[in-house]
Antibody, heavy 120, light 108 residues
Framework: QITLKESGPTLVKPTQTLTLTCTFS??????????VGWIRQPPGKALEWLAL???????RYSPSLKSRLTITKDTSKNQVVLTMTNMDPVDTATYYC????????????WGQGTLVTVSS | EIVLTQSPATLSLSPGERATLSCRAS??????LAWYQQKPGQAPRLLIY???NRATGIPARFSGSGSGTDFTLTISSLEPEDFAVYYC??????????FGQGTKLEIK
C-alpha cells in the first residue's frame, strides 16, 4: 500500500531555510505519470499547493512562492525534498506531501503532515 | 492564477439530509476539478476527481458534477462521519494547482 511521511524541523527561525523530506513506499517515482507534491495548511486556514515533481524530473511551483522553493527527488531512496528559503512567521503551517497518481493526476495519497513553526 | 470560490462557507445540516456544496472558478478549468474531505487533525482525502469520478473506496452517496466554471459536490444522505471541511482543487491552469477556501459542513 502507498504511504508517505514528512520529516524535518518543527521550529525554524525567521530568515532561515526550511528543508523537509518526504519518504514514501508502495510506489516508484520512476513510474511514468507519477508525481509527489507538497501542500501546506496554516492553522485554521485553507490548503495551499506549493510544488510538484514528476517521474521524469519535471518540476512545478506555486507562482507566488516559486522564488523561494526547490523540489528534488532521490528515486533510489524513495524520497522527495522540499526547501523553502527565507522563512517568515506567516509560513507557520502543517506541511503535507502527497502522491499524484498517473490516472487521476490529483493527490490521492497523503502523508500525516508535519507542523512547522517559524519563530525567533 | 485561477481563483476557486466555495460556497457556502458553512453549511449546517442534519444526518440524513442532502448536502450541496458549490465551487466556482474565476475562469474555465474544463473538468479538471477535484473535491477533498478533511476531518480535524487529519490529512485531506480525495473524494472526486475530474469533476465527477469517485476516487477508490468513496461511497456512492458522494457525487460531483459541473464543468467550466461551476461545480457541485452532492452528498445524497448525510452520515455522521460526513461532517467535515470540504475543499475543491483545480489542475487546469498549469503550473498552478489551486485550492478553494473550503466549506465547513457542520451538524445542525
Amino acid at each position: 500500500q502507498i504511504t508517505l511521511k514528512e520529516s524535518g524541523p518543527t521550529l525554524v527561525k525567521p530568515t532561515q531555510t526550511l528543508t523537509l523530506t518526504c519518504t514514501f513506499s508502495g510506489f516508484s517515482l520512476s513510474t511514468s505519470g507519477v508525481g509527489v507534491g507538497w501542500i501546506r495548511q496554516p492553522p485554521g486556514k485553507a490548503l495551499e499547493w506549493l510544488a510538484l515533481i514528476y517521474w521524469d524530473d519535471d518540476k512545478r511551483y506555486s507562482p507566488s512562492l516559486k522564488s523561494r522553493l526547490t523540489i528534488t527527488k532521490d528515486t533510489s531512496k524513495n524520497q522527495v525534498v522540499l526547501t523553502m528559503t527565507n522563512m517568515d512567521p506567516v509560513d507557520t503551517a502543517t506541511y503535507y506531501c502527497a502522491h499524484s497518481g498517473a490516472t487521476s493526476l490529483y493527490f490521492d495519497y497523503w502523508g500525516q503532515g508535519t507542523l512547522v513553526t517559524v519563530s525567533s | 492564477e485561477i481563483v476557486l470560490t466555495q460556497s457556502p462557507a458553512t453549511l449546517s445540516l442534519s444526518p440524513g439530509e442532502r448536502a450541496t456544496l458549490s465551487c466556482r472558478a474565476s475562469q474555465s478549468v474544463s473538468s479538471y476539478l477535484a473535491w477533498y474531505q478533511q476531518k480535524p487533525g487529519q490529512a485531506p482525502r480525495l473524494l472526486i476527481y475530474d469533476a465527477s469520478n469517485r476516487a477508490t473506496g468513496i461511497p456512492a452517496r458522494f457525487s460531483g458534477s459541473g464543468s467550466g466554471t461551476d461545480f457541485t459536490l452532492t452528498i445524497s444522505s448525510l452520515e455522521p462521519e460526513d461532517f467535515a471541511v470540504y475543499y475543491c482543487q483545480q489542475r487546469s491552469n498549469w503550473p498552478g494547482y489551486t485550492f478553494g477556501q473550503g466549506t465547513k459542513l457542520e451538524i445542525k
